[in-house]
């Protein structure tokens, strides 16, 4: 039956797929808390509008992707699909303006309408790191050195490369649209119809196009570099110097663009070989142009993104599932009864405890073996006249009476 599956391009995460984006999650929170990010949490949808006005009328999420309703008020809803806008749209109603800068971490799901395939989803998650409030490239660094360092600790630092690039500043782009547009004319027979409809307005996004004969008109287009103002150049080389200062190591990609208005000077994505065109597990940019585009002050900003899915597809050492200690009652019901205050006890004391609902000895200490218990504690007429247990450490075997006042301490090694 349809109605059983997931919708297609969702997915359950079931507990071993869950513990790894829990952990994908928790990891990049424990490094951004270091970086003195706060965690901000919006809602879920926002009015369309947020992200109209800030992706722009021609941007793919625009324009095919959103998940977009109107609810039983009337008013036009979006799920979101990225988590920049919520945030600065939380920051201005917020009054956070008052308070730059703003170092802002989110986490959660995003909706896109995208053709499902491997490492790209209809609900997928991301985390993400913004910087409100700072004008200068102290930002831009500070939050790629994030990205690095979170990348690190999922053990991926080896695996990734960071690809560099600038959009220079709104004077630097405008000149470079000009002789990109002129240059896209002269061969506009070979762009797609996507690449086509985006010439005028929204040009500098079909640098970023992945269709193929779009990708060879690109490849012999002019580069941004050459268009740059000595603001934007030097702007680039505080960024690249203080990188290569704390010994980040990237790739300068003249051809990574963002495609908004707003986005100005950096721009990068940290990319893996591992997962096919799918490659990008982070990717950022400064959007100084984004705040009073939405409607708010004049605050620059910059910030970044990456996926959870990839990320945890990719990490090198998923947490194992904690291993319990099992208390196994032999079968009389006064050892059930113990089995349950003893359960209890263990657990406030701290101990993941495993009791099985029912089933004889034999059939409990399969259980126990089943979820990896560290030890079992088996409770049966013998120990109930000694107001004892047994303690079986289930890697060695071995075995030993220990009276019951003194089980945490025995068990404390089984933490
Ligand atoms: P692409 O060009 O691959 O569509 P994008 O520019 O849309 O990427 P961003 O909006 O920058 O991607 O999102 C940042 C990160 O979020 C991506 O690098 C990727 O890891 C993840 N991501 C984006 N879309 C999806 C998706 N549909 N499913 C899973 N992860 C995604
Ligand atoms: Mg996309």
Redesign the pocket.
């Known amino acids: 039956m349809a109605a059983l599956q997931p919708v297609r391009?969702t997915r359950d995460l079931l507990p071993d797929a869950a513990r790894a984006h829990r952990a994908v999650e928790e990891r990049a929170f424990a490094v951004a808390t270091r970086f003195g990010f706060g965690e901000i949490v919006t809602p879920i949808f926002e009015f369309t509008e947020v992200f109209k006005r800030t992706l722009g009328d021609t941007s793919?999420?625009v324009t095919k992707e959103m998940y977009t309703f109107e609810d039983r008020g009337g008013d036009s809803l979006t799920l979101r699909?990225?988590g920049t806008a919520p945030i600065v749209r939380a920051f201005i109603s917020g009054g956070l303006a008052q308070q730059v800068p703003v170092k802002a971490f989110y986490r959660g799901p995003?909706f896109?309408y995208?053709r499902?395939q491997k490492?790209?989803?209809?609900q997928?998650?991301?985390v993400?790191a913004e910087v409100l409030g700072v004008e200068g490239p102290a930002a831009d660094i500070e939050v790629i050195v994030l990205g690095a360092h979170i990348l690190e600790a999922l053990g991926l630092g080896d695996t990734v490369t960071v690809e560099l690039n600038t959009l220079g500043d709104l004077e630097s782009r405008a000149a470079y649209r000009e002789t990109l547009v002129a240059y896209l004319k002269g061969r506009q027979g070979e762009l797609s119809e996507d690449s086509l409809a985006r010439l005028e307005r929204n040009p500098l996004r079909i640098l970023?196009s992945?269709d193929e004969g779009d990708r060879a008109v690109v490849a012999d287009a002019p580069v941004l570099a050459d268009s740059l103002n000595t603001t934007s150049r030097d702007f680039f080389a505080r960024v690249t110097e203080g990188l290569d200062s704390l010994g980040v190591s990237f790739e300068i990609s003249p051809r990574l663009v963002?495609g908004l208005d707003y986005y100005t000077h950096t721009a990068f994505?940290?990319t893996t070989t591992h997962l096919g065109?799918?490659g990008?597990?982070?990717?950022?940019g400064r959007y100084d142009g984004l705040c009073k585009q939405m409607g708010g002050p004049p605050v620059p900003g910059v910030g970044?993104?990456?996926?959870?899915?990839?990320?945890s597809m990719l990490m090198t050492d998923p947490p194992a599932a904690p291993r319990p200690v099992a208390v196994v009652p032999a079968g009389a019901p006064e050892d059930e009864v113990l089995a349950t205050r003893l359960a209890d006890r263990l657990r406030r004391a701290g101990l993941v405890v495993d009791l099985g609902y029912s089933g004889n000895m034999r059939k409990r200490l399969k259980r126990a073996n089943t979820l990896n218990a560290r030890a079992a504690v088996i409770l049966g007429e013998d120990e109930r006249a000694a107001g004892a247990v047994t303690v079986r450490d289930l890697d060695s075997g071995e075995q030993t009476r220990v009276a019951l006042d003194d089980l945490e301490a025995a068990l404390d090694r089984y933490r």
């Open positions: 391009g793919d999420i699909p990225e995003m896109r995208e499902p490492g790209r989803l209809r997928f998650h991301q993400g970023d992945k963002r994505e940290f065109a799918q990008t597990v982070l990717a950022g970044w993104a990456a996926g959870v899915e990839r990320l």
